[in-house]
């Protein structure tokens, strides 16, 4: 179902007592809670959910019973987010990336697609888009990849979000998964019993093996290899400096010389983490520094964002409310679109949007209390960026501290300064911030 389609149905579709209903079964209350709370029976609220998944095409298979029930939350988790609690949109399985993909226009930001587009061409490419959250880097992976099949490059991606814990217990089981998820989504057999051998190699040599005997040796065109939110791995602190090494010789196997550097220079790498997990690590440097072509997503300039006012069609742009809005959200990609949305969908005015955005009603607060938790996590971070939003001038700050809150995308630098990313962020973070030290304040 797409975004016209679930209009259609939704509100104007649903009685009354729907609503009341549906909006208490995506908080995760049970039904026997629902029928308290809106004083009616277990059997009534059981029906009414059912007469709901029935008007989006949602049936029980034969001897099933509530199973559709389930189809309506990673629904409306994409299309209606804000009705579903954070507990159940986690459990959905539908992420960030995914609703952004369904929702957000594309923003080119030359010459970023033009240079992914054509690196992408060249054997043996290795191309690394990392940038904070909710940037954009999974539209801009989509816009590579589109353009490789259009070379028939056959293309395979590996989202590291999707491995279980268990994946990450170990440095060779989480290369094991690697190899195994790549030949999947090649339809082909698993044989890492026959070429992995723990007794007389190391994990790196062996994974090299699988590539270069197995996964690569019959292809026949050019094979895309996206890698998605590889931070987690650098999360890892027993095993991500090696994971890096092993991508960066990756980068170098096409121009060995050796008999399997023709076989490299049919893989093209694509590299994509986000930079927030640099606030929880003890770097100060990227872990990739200096591997393939690196792009660093921007935020959007004015006229970027005047752009993509007019995609949602938009009105009143020289007004001094969109002048306000322009100042609260920068050129914040996320936010941005996300406002867009918002107001497209007529929740409420401009106005009353820039007014509660920075508050507890915020259509934005699961993203702004995240980022209040990766700060809490950290004192010095805390207490620096408390410094930021609260002083009226840029501030200078110690350089891996700068580094840090850039990568988790909470603030701009300039030469040696900081201040603020929007002027949500010095709303929302000014007076929530418990710094236990205040350094120059």
Known sequence: MNQKEFDAIYP??????????????????????????????????RHHISEICKLFGFKNKAGERFRQRKELIPLFATYK????????????????????????YYVERPPIESECCDKILEPGAVIRIKAPKY?????????????????????????????SSSVFSSYEKLLKWLCKGVGKALALENKLAEYWDSDEFDEHTNTQTYFEEYLLKNQTQPLVLAFKNVDRVFEQESFRIDFCELLRCWSQLHVEGNQFAE??????????????????????????????????????????VDYLANCYQLQGLNSDIFKQ?????????????????????????LDRLLEIAATEASPFINHLRQQLGELRKNPQLENAYYQVVNETEPVRLDTNVTFKLQGMGLVLVDL?????RCDLYRQYFSDRLNPIYRGNK
Do not use: M
């Not at 039904?31 to 004083?39: G, M």
């Not at 914040?332 to 005015?349: G, N």
């Open 12 to 45: 104007t579709g649903l009685t009354p007592k729907q609503h009341e209903v549906l909006k208490l079964f995506l908080q995760g209350k049970s039904d026997e809670h629902i029928a308290k709370s809106l004083y009616v029976t277990k059997s009534d609220v």
């Open 81 to 104: 987010p804000e009705l579903v609690s954070d507990k159940l949109i986690k459990a959905s399985g539908i992420s960030s990336d995914d609703r952004e993909e369904l929702n957000f």
């Open 135 to 163: 940037t954009g880097k999974t539209l801009l992976l989509k816009r590579i990849i589109d353009r490789a099949k259009g070379h028939n490059y056959q293309a395979v991606t590996l989202d590291f979000t999707k491995a």
């Open 263 to 304: 076989l490299w220079k049919k893989l093209r790498l694509i590299i994509v983490h986000s930079t927030n997990v640099y606030g929880s690590l003890d770097i100060n440097s990227s872990p990739l520094s200096g591997v393939g072509l690196t792009k660093n997503l921007l935020d959007f300039t004015p006229a970027q």
């Open 325 to 349: 809005f322009r100042k609260i959200f920068g050129g914040h990609p996320y936010l941005i679109q996300e406002a867009f949305v918002f107001l497209q969908k007529e929740q409420c005015s």
């Open 416 to 420: 040696n300064h900081c201040w603020p």
